[in-house]
Structures are given as structure tokens and as C-alpha cells.
């Protein structure tokens, strides 16, 4: 669609980004099928593909511990995924 003008270049990344996030789901969906017995039951606490704290979550995780988490991963995607924004960073860092 980008070669055709009917779609701006700067959706290129954007789409990359939903391909790749489907291609996850799906490599994880294809790992943890290999184990025997694996059955998706949205009603178990730790269902596929899902997070949470306490009760819901498969080592018993606190709200903190949760959160913790989330944070640090998303920041992790975040930064070392789009390296436009370490060029930002640094240009803010040079500028000081």
C-alpha cells in the first residue's frame, strides 16, 4: 500500500509493529501447545496470554510485584524498540 501513495509512509512502522505482535502471539500460542494437556480456559486464573496479581496470578504475585513489572517491561519495549527515541535522548543529553 505504501508503494501505491495510498498509504503514508510513517504507517509502514506502525503496521510492522502489529504484524510482529501477532507473530508473537502466535509463536507463544505454538510453544505452549506443545506441552501436553494444554487447553486456553478463559475462566483459570493465568489463562493464556493474560496478567494479573494475587489469585489471578499463576505464581501468586503481589500488586506491587505486578506493577513493577508492567513498568519495567514497557519501558523496555519502548526504548529499545524504537530507536528514534534513544536519538531524542541523546540529543536532549547533548544539549544540556
Given at each position: 500500500?505504501t508503494l501505491t501513495k495510498k498509504l503514508a509512509a510513517e504507517?509502514?512502522?506502525?503496521?510492522?509493529?502489529?504484524?510482529?505482535?501477532?507473530?508473537?502471539?502466535?509463536?507463544?500460542?505454538?510453544?505452549?501447545?506443545?506441552?501436553?494437556?494444554?487447553?486456553?480456559?478463559?475462566?483459570?486464573?493465568?489463562?493464556?496470554?493474560?496478567?494479573?496479581?494475587?489469585?489471578?496470578?499463576?505464581?501468586?504475585?503481589?500488586?506491587?510485584?505486578?506493577?513493577?513489572?508492567?513498568?519495567?517491561?514497557?519501558?523496555?519495549?519502548?526504548?529499545?524498540?524504537?530507536?528514534?527515541?534513544?536519538?531524542?535522548?541523546?540529543?536532549?543529553?547533548?544539549?544540556?
Amino acid at each position: 500500500m505504501t508503494l501505491t501513495k495510498k498509504l503514508a509512509a510513517e504507517f509502514l512502522g506502525t503496521m510492522w509493529l502489529v504484524l510482529g505482535g501477532a507473530l508473537g502471539v502466535f509463536f507463544i500460542y505454538v510453544i505452549a501447545s506443545g506441552q501436553a494437556g494444554f487447553a486456553i480456559d478463559p475462566t483459570a486464573a493465568g489463562a493464556f496470554a493474560t496478567n494479573g496479581f494475587g489469585a489471578f496470578s499463576p505464581g501468586g504475585y503481589s500488586m506491587m510485584a505486578a506493577f513493577i513489572a508492567e513498568v519495567v517491561l514497557t519501558a523496555i519495549v519502548a526504548f529499545l524498540g524504537c530507536p528514534h527515541y534513544w536519538r531524542w535522548i541523546v540529543r536532549l543529553a547533548i544539549a544540556q
